[in-house]
């Protein structure tokens, strides 16, 4: 009955896609991103410019508020609303729960 299980659960997770393997330090990142027509969002004073679009991943700078350029659409691990900014030579990502103009 145990290895009927077994296999049962693993051609499940062949079916569906879903890995039985442990996540390890060299897996991808745990969100997708994708580019957006860019446009400004306005965003509450103090909002935290994060390195990762993951509240864990640290904070790259805060935004003193107001209208900021976006040009890219997130969603974490966890199922959040992320957007993408430029900061100059790399990006920043701010949580959407910041947003006043959504």
């Not at 569906?16 to 446009?39: E, F, H, K, R, V």
């Not at 103090?46 to 976006?70: K, Y």
Request: hydrophobic share 40%.
């Amino acid at each position: 009955m145990k290895r009927s299980l077994t296999a049962l659960l693993a051609t499940t997770a062949v079916a569906t896609g879903i890995a039985l393997t442990p996540m390890s330090a060299t897996a991808g990142p745990l969100w997708t991103c994708s580019t957006i027509a860019g446009q400004y969002m306005e965003f509450k004073q103090g909002t935290p410019v994060h390195s990762q679009p993951a509240g864990s991943s640290p904070v790259r700078a805060e935004l003193w508020g107001g209208w900021q350029w976006i040009d890219g659409s997130c969603i974490s691990n966890a199922g959040n609303q992320w957007w993408r900014m430029s900061l100059g030579s790399s990006y920043g990502y701010i949580w959407d729960n910041y947003r006043l103009d959504g």
